[in-house]
Structures are given as structure tokens and as C-alpha cells.
């Protein structure tokens, strides 16, 4: 118990010394505001109402949980498919593999010809980008599976159903979310590009609008916020983890 | 005299990989009676595990017959058989009862009774106790034992062990040897037993069932007359001694 005290004690005084480096670096190095500002004046471009705050959080907040969530319902459901048929996993995983190579910021441009701009694209890309992880560590979680145990089940005439339900995804969880946890950060990442690519709102559009008048305080709060949101989803994924997955069986 | 509870005449097995054939069995013929605890011994690749899921109708054999269930003890291959391997499969997020559970789910068997058989097992393997525990909390023969306890709850009458104790240190190997013939007679469940370990197979079966390798082949059938309930002791008796050196010398160690 002093232990993890102590690490989250460190925790803690390790984001405040960095903060506190910001503000002497700033301070005593007479850094010009539209460099950097310093992290008063960063908290200051809050109390800009023009900048709707709150509503640009909630839509980038939207379009990153919406893809993420997308995502892993689709990732999931493939891999699913592909262990229940050799056929149809031999034909498509090394395909998806070659797609998976496609840096996805590079559909940016064409996600927006296909679907305009706005909070759909976004998620798409937000998407896109976050399928694969997911669906490449599920469909190795669902594959992980002792073949004695399923011997077990078989000897007693179980369903397919039940080998899914009792024993691959209970057992694909801990691979599951260590591909939710790498598509939670990748997430945030492609619902921005989205945003730069093409947008009316949304902290990324809000970005490049403040890039403009070099109001560099509101990028650097934008800039804290999106890492809030991405935050904010990963703590969600590591309690649901915790919640669901005995600590025995985790991977880290 | 009752009727065998398993016959197996003239059993083959073939497994094909392209086009190269490798028998695995060839001509496996013995009989198991009710509550017989038959041990199954070889080398490694001698095809026993193959013959155990031959039993438990996992593999279709190539050749000969295979007849499980009598007339006073009718068999149903959908929930007759339990199974227990070498490393304990536990499921690693469930608690030790809900992991003796598994069988009775997946039969879909009244929960509740289930439950209150599950604890009265836990007892029978001496687990009382553990069970709220994970499986990582317990030791290898722990695990092991949790696993007897799993492949008994729907009540089989066949249970098939492959190699059960083989990840067991010597020690703990020993005492459960012991634990199986308490559990075994307790249960009064006919059990097939697959080891490499030959005064294991010795010391455990009423009937010592050896098997070689290259070419696989079923070399000899005994019954073993050292009475039960056996003690550590009898390990050192003379006729205990007979029994290894007649399966040492079958699989050419002599």
C-alpha cells in the first residue's frame, strides 16, 4: 500500500516539476508569448468565449469515441468470423495485413471526396486507423486457445457457441485490450488529422483557425485538451480492463 | 463375470499428412471391466494419447472396433466421459468452483445442485476451502487436483487421464499417486489411465495396458495382483518388481 502510494506521489510531482519547467523556461528565458506561452497564460485562452471550448471538446470528444467504438465492434465481430472459418480467414487476413499497411492519414483526402467534411469522415479515419490493432490482437486472442481445453469441450458435445462464449473470449480479453489500449491512442490521432484535413469545427479545426492570428496560447490549450479526451478514453479502457479481467491474466 | 465396460478389438489408427501415412496404433485390443483402473504405458509417440481420444470420441479410428457401455452400464458418449491432461487447463479468470463447474454448464445441468456437487468434490480432492481462490494462487498439484475434481462433476462413468502427473515434481507425483487411488475408489469411476512413468502405471492399474513405439504397437496386457489399498511400501516388494521388469523389458530398456 506505501508503495503504490509512493508511486503515484511520484506520479503526480513528475507532472508538476514538468509544468514548472514550462513556466521558469518561459519566465526566465523571456520566451515571446505567440512562441510558446507560459501556462498561465495557456489557462488564460480559456476565458476566450469566441473559441466555444466546450462545444469543439464535445465534438472531437464525438467523433474519437465514436470511431473508437466503431471500430472495436467491427474489429471484434471480423475476428470472430475469421476463427469460426479457416476459408474465409485464409483469404482475407493477409489482405487486411496489406491494408494495414496504408498509412490511413493518407485517406484523409479521400475520405472527405467520399463523405464531405464534418463529424462522420472524422470518425472514420478515427476508424480506420484503430480497426487493425484491434482486430489483429483479437483474432490472435481467439486463436490463443489451448487445443486440450477444446478437446474438453468436444468431449461433451459443447457448441461452438460455448467454446466462444466460456472459453475464447473470456481468454482473447486480455488481448483484446492490448489492442484497445494501442487504439485508444491512435484514435485521437486520426479524428485530428480529420479535423486538419477538413473541418468546421472540432479542436483541430479550432487549431488551425487560431494558427492564423498566431494565437499560440489556444493551440497549446487545444493541444491539452485532445490529450485530455485520448486520457480520458485510455483511463475508461484500463478500468474496464480492470473490471473484467482477473490481474493473473493480463497482459501488459 | 460382468461385461467389459470397454472392448477394443483390433484398433487402428493412420494419421495421413499429405501423402506420407504414419500408423499410430496397430491392432490395440484389450477390455476394460466396470471400475477397472487400467494404466496405459509407453514411450512418448507410442500413440496413447491417440487412444484416448480415440475414447473419448474426439478421433474416428481407422480399423477394428471399439465398444464402450454394457448392459449394466450403459454409456452415453455426450456426457460419460471426463478428461484430465497433463497440464491442468484451468481457466485462469475463473474461481476453482466455477472452474469445476465448466462441464456441468456446458451440459447445462440444474445450477444449483451442480454447485452444491462441485463443493462436495472440492472435499473429495481435498481442496475445501479453495474454493473462491484463482488458479494462480494455487500450486501445480493443487491445480491438478481441481482438475480431477472438473472431470468428475457430471458424474462420467469413464474417466480418461493423459499423463495426469507428468508436470509434477517426484514428491507431489508420489502423494497424488496415492490421492487418485483414494479419489478412485471413492468415486468407483472406470478410469483410463496414460503414463510414461512404468512403476506409476505399476503401482496405479489393476491391468497394466504397454505400448511401443516405432512401430506402434500394443506389446502386452496384464493384470496386476498386488492388492488395494496400495501403500508406498509395496513399491518395494518383490512382485512390484516382477511387474516394472516385464514392462521394462517390453519396451527393450533390459
Not at chain 1, 192 to 218: H, N, R, W
Request: proline share 6%; glycine share 8%.
Amino acid at each position: 500500500m506505501n508503495e503504490t502510494l509512493q508511486r503515484y506521489t511520484l506520479a503526480v510531482a513528475a507532472h508538476i516539476a514538468l509544468i514548472f519547467a514550462w513556466y521558469l523556461f518561459v519566465k526566465l528565458g523571456n520566451v515571446p508569448k505567440f512562441v510558446m506561452p507560459s501556462p498561465g497564460a495557456t489557462l488564460d485562452a480559456l476565458l476566450q468565449p469566441n473559441y466555444n471550448w466546450w462545444w469543439n471538446v464535445g465534438v472531437t470528444g464525438t467523433e474519437i469515441f465514436a470511431g473508437y467504438f466503431l471500430a472495436l465492434v467491427v474489429g471484434v465481430a471480423l475476428a470472430l468470423v475469421f476463427t469460426w472459418s479457416k476459408a474465409l480467414e485464409s483469404f482475407f487476413m493477409p489482405l487486411l495485413v496489406s491494408l494495414n499497411m496504408i498509412p490511413k492519414v493518407a485517406l484523409g483526402p479521400l475520405i472527405i471526396v467520399w463523405f464531405k467534411y464534418g463529424m462522420f469522415p472524422n470518425s472514420l479515419m478515427a476508424f480506420s486507423i484503430c480497426v487493425f490493432p484491434i482486430l489483429l490482437t483479437t483474432a490472435r486472442g481467439l486463436r490463443e486457445v489451448e487445443p486440450e481445453l477444446l478437446d474438453l469441450v468436444r468431449s461433451l458435445k459443447g457448441s461452438r457457441w460455448q467454446v466462444f462464449a466460456k472459453i475464447q473470449l473470456p481468454g482473447a480479453l486480455p488481448y483484446i485490450f492490448s489492442g484497445m489500449k494501442v487504439a485508444a491512442i491512435l484514435a485521437v490521432a486520426g479524428a485530428i488529422v480529420g479535423e486538419f484535413l477538413g473541418s468546421d469545427k472540432g479542436l483541430g479545426y479550432l487549431m488551425l483557425q487560431v494558427q492564423v492570428t498566431l494565437d499560440t496560447p489556444a493551440m497549446f490549450m487545444a493541444v491539452i485538451m485532445i490529450t485530455l479526451i485520448g486520457m480520458l478514453l485510455y483511463g475508461l479502457v484500463l478500468l474496464l480492463e480492470r473490471w473484467l479481467v482477473v490481474q493473473d491474466a493480463r497482459v501488459e | 463375470m460382468a461385461d467389459p465396460f470397454i472392448r477394443l478389438s483390433g484398433v487402428r489408427k493412420i494419421y495421413r499428412r499429405g501423402r506420407q501415412e504414419h500408423l499410430a496404433i496397430s491392432d490395440a485390443t484389450f477390455d476394460v471391466m466396470p471400475g477397472e483402473l487400467v494404466a496405459l504405458v509407453g514411450p512418448s509417440g507410442c500413440g496413447k494419447s491417440t487412444l484416448l481420444k480415440i475414447l473419448a470420441g474426439l478421433h474416428p479410428h481407422d480399423g477394428g472396433e471399439v465398444h464402450i457401455g454394457s448392459a449394466t452400464h450403459p454409456f452415453n458418449p455426450a456426457r460419460d466421459v471426463g478428461m484430465v491432461f497433463q497440464a491442468p487447463l484451468l481457466l485462469k479468470w475463473r474461481r476453482i468452483l466455477e472452474n469445476v463447474l465448466l462441464p456441468a454448464e456446458i451440459l447445462g445441468m440444474p445450477a444449483a445442485e451442480a454447485r452444491e456437487r462441485a463443493r462436495g468434490l472440492l472435499a473429495l480432492v481435498g481442496l475445501t476451502g479453495y474454493e473462491d481462490k484463482y488458479p494462480y494462487e494455487l500450486s501445480g498439484g493443487m491445480q491438478q487436483r481441481a482438475a480431477i475434481a472438473r472431470s468428475l462433476i457430471h458424474d462420467p462413468k469413464l474417466v480418461l487421464m493423459d499423463e495426469p502427473f507428468g508436470a509434477l515434481d517426484a514428491l507431489t507425483r508420489e502423494k497424488m499417486n496415492l490421492e487418485l487411488l483414494r479419489i478412485w475408489k471413492e468415486a468407483g469411476k472406470t478410469i483410463v489411465f496414460v503414463t510414461h512413468g512404468i512403476s506409476e502405471a505399476v503401482f496405479l492399474g489393476t491391468r497394466v495396458v504397454v505400448l511401443t513405439a516405432g512401430p506402434a504397437r500394443m506389446a502386452d496386457n496384464f493384470e496386476i495382483g498386488l492388492p488395494y489399498p496400495r501403500t508406498l511400501d509395496m513399491k518395494t516388494h518383490e512382485r512390484f518388481g516382477d511387474y516394472t521388469r516385464r514392462v521394462y523389458r517390453l519396451l527393450g530398456m533390459e
